[in-house]
């Protein structure tokens, strides 16, 4: 099946810094899609972007299909982008599904 | 408009008991999905279904059964509760136009539930 690979597994930020997150597909794909998991377990829809780059507030992203990845920004990050940032992707034929890579957990300390 | 909701949400149950959770959305998205997520990992595909009456197998089905008759509900079943099936689940939801062949709907997700077997 399609390998889905997130980095850094692991972030720690100062608030205000910046970050990009990497996600890393094995297949051609026709939908990517990246979530916020927050503290609380609750599952946030962030991006669906199986193509070109998207953004909103101080989040944006860009996906490279043809190379097979997709990069998550974060500028001047806050407390409250703490949590765990999941990229997922469904595969380029008719009758599949989501597949999650394993995330990256994102510490933004005050 | 309440989205995707799930009940219960916090169960414990003893080994070899069944139970089902329950997942409806009320947005009238033809796909539905049951991922589960283990402590600091990510979520694996249980079994989805594109549209009522059709089921398919995700990454991990084995001890799980689903049904979809409505549109609006899709239950997970869990037979013979085992340890392993302690996790947490996630039903979620998805729409894409019917005949395009591919899925291409933003993914929306209810709040979890968390599920422990003793």
């Known amino acids: 099946g399609i390998q889905v690979e997130q980095s850094p597994p692991d972030l720690i930020l100062q608030e205000g810094a910046n970050s990009t997150l990497r996600c890393n597909f094995s297949?051609?794909?026709?939908?990517l899609q990246w979530f916020h998991q927050n503290p609380w377990g609750q599952l946030i829809n962030l991006f669906y972007?199986?193509?070109g780059t998207k953004q909103n507030g101080r989040l944006s992203a860009t996906t490279v299909a043809t190379e097979r990845y997709s990069l998550l920004y974060i500028s001047s990050s806050q407390t409250t982008d703490s949590g765990v940032y999941f990229c997922?992707?469904?595969?380029?034929?008719?009758?599949?599904?989501?597949?999650f890579g394993k995330g990256t957990t994102l510490s933004v300390s005050s | 408009n309440a989205g995707v909701t799930q009940t219960p949400k916090f169960r414990i149950l003893k080994i070899g008991q069944s139970m089902t959770l329950q997942c409806t959305q009320d947005?009238?998205?033809?796909?539905m999905y049951w991922y589960r997520q283990d402590p600091g990992m990510g979520l694996k595909l249980i079994y989805y279904?594109?549209?009522?009456?059709?089921?398919d197998k995700g990454e991990v089905p084995n001890g799980y059964n689903v049904s979809r008759s409505t549109t609006e509900d899709f239950p997970l079943r869990l037979e013979l509760a085992a340890p392993s099936q302690t996790s947490v689940y996630f039903c979620?939801?998805?729409?894409?136009?019917?005949?395009?062949?591919?899925?291409?709907?933003?993914?929306?997700f209810g709040e979890g539930s968390r599920l422990t077997v003793l």
């Open positions: 979620a939801s998805s729409y894409s136009p019917p005949g395009q062949g591919y899925h291409t709907g933003e993914l929306f």
């Open positions: 297949d051609s794909v026709n939908n």
């Open positions: 972007i199986p193509s």
């Open positions: 997922a992707v469904e595969l380029n034929q008719a009758g599949t599904a989501l597949i």
């Open positions: 947005m009238n998205h033809n796909y």
């Open positions: 279904s594109v549209g009522a009456g059709i089921t």
